[in-house]
């Protein structure tokens, strides 16, 4: 599995998506960055950088497909993926080596944003206990958004189909809490509780204010293991079909 992962870690960076997207997203965090300091009226920079962070959760649903269509879509696409799954590992194995071959690009993406905060701790003062909290949720958002990517890519062969039905479903996950609260879905409470409950938006909003709650983490990753094994099933289901 080791193998796979590094192996599916230097495709990354042999082709051109890993520098495409990290510098994509640290374009996107500086222009916000700047734009907020642009704003400040005290003498003294006090930061949390929450807003920051929730302006790129918008952009993470751009970005994040372009990783995850390489996972599976491409894989087929080019014919590569029937020796892929001739291969002694097992289909969870493959899943979890990909998954985590482009979670490591995001935190990537992360670590190279962490020199926002430093700068900031020079010049003013950083509310660093809000800030944990939004990297965990920024982290976990984006775990969800591979999950996601990563799924969708294993049921199709199109990349490019993969990339647009990846960016819906990330819309409809990120803005589910306003689904919930339509009139219609408002007048069904118990499908409205499971929708809001599946709102990575409110998650997100109580990690950016400097909160760790239990039921935020296991919402999180109660989403990122759903998708991850209805991607191994997919998988599972065809490469018995190959049999």
């Keep these: 599995m080791f193998a796979l992962?590094?192996?599916?870690?230097?495709?990354?960076?042999?082709?051109?998506?890993?520098?495409?997207?990290?510098?994509?997203?640290?374009?996107?965090?500086?222009l916000t960055f700047v734009m907020d300091i642009s704003?400040?009226?005290?003498?003294?920079?006090?930061?949390?950088?929450?807003?920051?962070?929730?302006?790129?959760?918008?952009?993470?649903?751009?970005?994040l497909p372009l990783l995850t269509m390489r996972t599976f879509a491409e894989e087929r696409k080019n014919g590569?993926?029937?020796?892929?799954?001739?291969?002694?590992?097992?289909?969870?194995?493959?899943?979890?080596?990909?998954?985590?071959?482009?979670?490591?690009?995001?935190?990537?993406?992360?670590?190279?944003?962490?020199?926002?905060?430093?700068?900031?701790a020079m010049y003013g003062r950083v509310i660093w206990a809000s800030l944990f909290c939004t990297y965990i949720g920024f982290f976990l958002f984006g775990l969800v958004c591979i999950a996601v990517g990563t799924c969708i890519s294993s049921l199709?062969?199109?990349?490019?189909?993969?990339?647009?039905?990846?960016?819906?479903v990330m819309l409809l996950l990120l803005l589910m809490d306003n689904?919930?609260?339509?009139?219609?879905?408002?007048?069904?409470p118990v499908l409205?509780?499971?929708?809001?409950?599946?709102?990575?938006?409110?998650?997100?909003?109580?990690?950016?204010?400097?909160?760790?709650?239990?039921?935020d983490i296991f919402g999180y990753v109660t989403e990122i293991l759903v998708f991850l094994i209805w991607t191994i099933i997919s998988v599972e289901k065809r490469r018995w079909s190959r049999r």
């Design 156 to 168: 199709t062969e199109m990349p490019i189909l993969s990339i647009l039905i990846s960016e819906l």
């Design 39 to 63: 704003n400040v009226t005290s003498s003294v920079y006090e930061f949390s950088f929450s807003s920051i962070f929730y302006v790129n959760l918008f952009y993470f649903i751009i970005l």
């Design 5 to 30: 992962y590094k192996k599916e870690l230097h495709s990354y960076f042999l082709s051109p998506i890993a520098y495409l997207v990290i510098a994509f997203f640290t374009a996107t965090f500086s």
């Design 179 to 188: 689904l919930s609260a339509t009139a219609f879905l408002s007048s069904i």
């Design 80 to 120: 590569t993926e029937t020796l892929l799954l001739s291969s002694p590992l097992n289909v969870t194995q493959i899943v979890l080596a990909k998954f985590l071959a482009a979670a490591t690009i995001l935190l990537t993406m992360l670590v190279v944003s962490m020199i926002y905060p430093v700068i900031t």
């Design 192 to 215: 409205s509780d499971i929708l809001a409950w599946f709102s990575n938006q409110s998650k997100f909003y109580t990690f950016s204010q400097g909160l760790l709650q239990f039921s």
